[in-house]
């Protein structure tokens, strides 16, 4: 059976919790293959609305086992947190894997964090200043301590005091700041590995062994392709790869496992934090997306910048990604405008381009080239069928499928798990 990737291709913030959800009743196991809790899914059931940091989405799904894998950065305190919060609304969260290879977001990696962001005044990047990038950093340097460090106390401290003799420089002589107490974070960290060691596990190894069984597995990404480290609007990006080939590298599942990449996109385009973005909107119908949709951070609360759909930055998500489906969420936000442009190319440097710039510069001051398609009036929230939608919607998702060379297999209508349109079977193999 499959291993599947969802993954955003966009900036992030896509629906990719809501999208994972609908799916997980007929998936096994759902994966996080990146990222920390820097970002997070809002995912509604019925009247309840439940915000997910670090958990898969899977969670909420009684029959789905959550898996945290190697390429996710963990802070425990957050962890736990959310686990406590979500057995406080009677979410069992007994299922849940961590993956033994997972690095630790440590104190040093929050106040580092903080503090050089400040120190980049206008240049900033827009981190959550919640210790992803330098916990990142410390892997790739290799002095990084790892979700398996906690298993073992003495490993754990001498990793912890190797890498506070440089840090603790750093903060106290180049920022100013109090130096971490080592005994401090050993302590805290202990109380951590009480609580997490029956989660800890080889999750590369159940993983392959589920597909073996013929299981289904999800493979979930948070952020979005044009985050990438590699392949975003570098430096304005993530510190890891959500795009699909991250995929195989944050769980341990081979790439020759994966069948079918499926890509995540609002029906308009969202993104938050600093850096380019050619279709923003700061007018009132910017500001109208952001009402409707509610676009404002799960983890940060941040407003988040709203702008038309730019078909450019989808396909080339769709070519970096090797997406084989397109999931579009929020196209009931849509309703209502007399007008809908969308975004086909760019104008850079008197020229017209319909593949993304190369350079950051190209990029900065990119004009997008529009092209203007009706809007619709009616309410599509209780659409059930591609035929329930109004003609302007549908003409709407064919120049999607027809600019990107990609099939839409599936559009949200709501924020409701029901209130999804199927029109090709997502879990099933090529």
Known sequence: MPALVLVGAQWGDEGKGKVTDVLGGAVDYVVRYQGGNNAGHTVVLGTESYALHLIPSGVLRPDC??????????????????????????????????????HLIMPHHRALDRVTERYLGAAKIGTTGRGIGPCYGDKVARVGIRVQDLLDPGIFRKKLELTLREKNQVLSKVYNRRAIDIDDVVVEYEGYAERLCPHIADTSLILARALDRGETVLLEGSQGTLLDVDHGTYPFV??????????????????????????????????????????????DVGERLRSVGEEYGVTTGRARRTGWLDLVILRYAVRVNGLTDLFLTKLDVLSGLDRVPVCTGYRVNGMEATEMPMTQTDFHHAVPIYEDLPGWSEDISAARSIDDLPRAAQDYIRLIEQVCQCPVSAVGTGADRDQTLVLRDLTGQL
């Open 65 to 102: 086992v959550p898996v945290i894998g190697n390429g996710v950065v963990v802070d425990p305190k957050v962890l736990l947190e959310e686990m406590d919060g979500l057995a406080a609304r009677g979410i069992d969260c007994g299922r849940l894997l961590l993956s033994a290879d997972a």
């Open 238 to 283: 993530t510190s890891s790869s959500p795009t699909a080939g991250g995929a195989s590298a944050g769980s341990g599942i081979g790439p020759t496992r994966i069948s079918r990449v499926i890509g995540i996109a609002k029906a308009y385009t969202t993104r938050v934090g600093a850096g380019p973005f050619p279709t923003e909107l700061h007018d």
